[in-house]
């Protein structure tokens, strides 16, 4: 079963930038989806970002126009470039594959600490 291991995050100031990598420990080419999943304290996890194995990617309305998800299937790796950071966007920030029905495919790894904080 692939596994995922999340790094990239730190502390950045609002208006700022990170850049987030998920390395799989196999091949994610024929994988239905890739996902950026977050989880703020106190809050369930929630889906910030997906793309297909065609290319389509959908993002959560609080992301959208910010956040970019794209897939290096050589390299069985998923970035997330995340811009124009705002507090809210402060969470535990989590990636996995996703199947036909929207489901993770795997047990969650530990994720990556984001917060964004003057």
């Known amino acids: 079963q692939v596994q995922f291991v999340e790094s990239g995050g730190g502390l950045v100031q609002p208006g700022g930038s990170l850049r987030l990598s998920c390395a799989a420990s196999?091949?994610?080419?024929?994988?239905?989806?890739m996902a950026w999943y977050r989880q703020a304290p106190g809050n369930e996890r929630e889906l910030v970002a997906r793309?297909?194995?065609?290319?389509?990617?959908n993002y959560a309305d609080s992301v959208k126009g910010r956040f970019t998800i794209s897939v290096d299937n050589a390299k069985n790796t998923v970035s997330l470039q995340m811009n124009s950071l705002k507090p809210e966007d402060t969470a535990v920030y989590y990636c996995?594959?996703?199947?036909?029905?929207?489901?993770?495919?795997?047990?969650w790894g530990q994720g990556t600490q984001v917060t964004v904080s003057s």
């Open positions: 996995n594959g996703m199947n036909a029905i929207s489901l993770p495919i795997t047990d």
């Open positions: 196999g091949s994610i080419s024929r994988l239905y989806a």
């Open positions: 793309i297909r194995s065609g290319g389509r990617t």
